[in-house]
């Protein structure tokens, strides 16, 4: 297909969309973060890449191109842009799967360090001109859970392997009394999952009873799939040793939110994997899947939209 046309959603100013020069020179392209932008473009289009619109500009501009054929999304998780139409066409979606995994695993093991070492506690005395010797935690021989065993969860136990953690994937679909005695077994439980109906609040007050005294939670999956009031519970009872999240309920996280004034808690503003380049990676994705497209070839990171990943 050497002639197409691509409704980018998403900011016309952000400089990342100059990855789409590269496109080639009959591709005809619409930018815009709203409807109008789309007016004249949109009955001819066939393809539309959800650069950073929300659910409600894709649902709009969906229904204003009946002609599309493929829809591509720069994030990875979908659990907020997917709507019935688009869930239940024909339309293939593609993601960014596999392009932060790397990233993301690489917070995770510095989470754990950050727990294990008392990293907090070293940069409280420096600044306090304090010589304060304590005992630390060596991570090889601790276990880490992992619940979400993708891309993500695999980068993750790659690394943990490396160090010397022995790596417990915990299946999302384990029965409760199972799930939990798995948890009992963890040092560290990290969350990777997708956020559908089933790993909603996958992590609640009983899973964290289930977990050791000196246990930490890291999640870097979506923010609900935690209880969140649960959390501030066990975390300000020291319940478990700690968390540290990437994600939230309501981002940004508002300041009269009680995860600030807790102490046992390491805090991420959803930029754990906000590398400099990591926009031109996830542009790159795109693009090597439109050449796919324009030969007519399989996409790549096909999503399953009834799943909704």
Known sequence: MDDSTILVLGDPTDP????LAALPDATHIAVGDGVEAFAQA???????LNWSGSRELLQQVWRMAPRVRWVHSRAAGLDDLLFPELAESPVPMTNARGVFSDILAEFVIGAALFFAKGFRRLVRSQEARLWDQFDTVEVAGQTMGVIGFGDIGKAVARRAEAMGLHVL???RAT???????????????VLSAPLTPETRGIVGAAELRAMRPGAVLINVGRGPLVDEAALVDALR?????????DVFDQEPLPA?????????????????????????????VFLDNFELYRKGEPLRNLVDKRRGY
């Not at 990342?16 to 990855?19: D, K, Q, Y």
């Not at 949109?42 to 539309?48: E, G, N, Q, R, S």
């Not at 009872?237 to 999240?245: C, P, Q, T, V």
């Open 42 to 48: 949109a009955p001819a289009a066939d393809v539309i």
């Open 16 to 19: 990342s969309l100059a990855g």
């Open 237 to 245: 009872e020291k319940r478990i040793g700690g968390a540290a999240l």
């Open 169 to 171: 994937p915990v299946p």
């Open 256 to 284: 009269a939110h009680p995860y600030y004034s807790i102490d046992n808690l390491l805090l991420s503003p959803h930029s754990a994997d906000h590398t400099s380049d990591w926009k031109q990676r996830a542009m790159q």
């Open 175 to 189: 029965a409760q009394q199972d799930k939990l005695a798995l948890l009992s077994r963890c040092d560290y439980v």
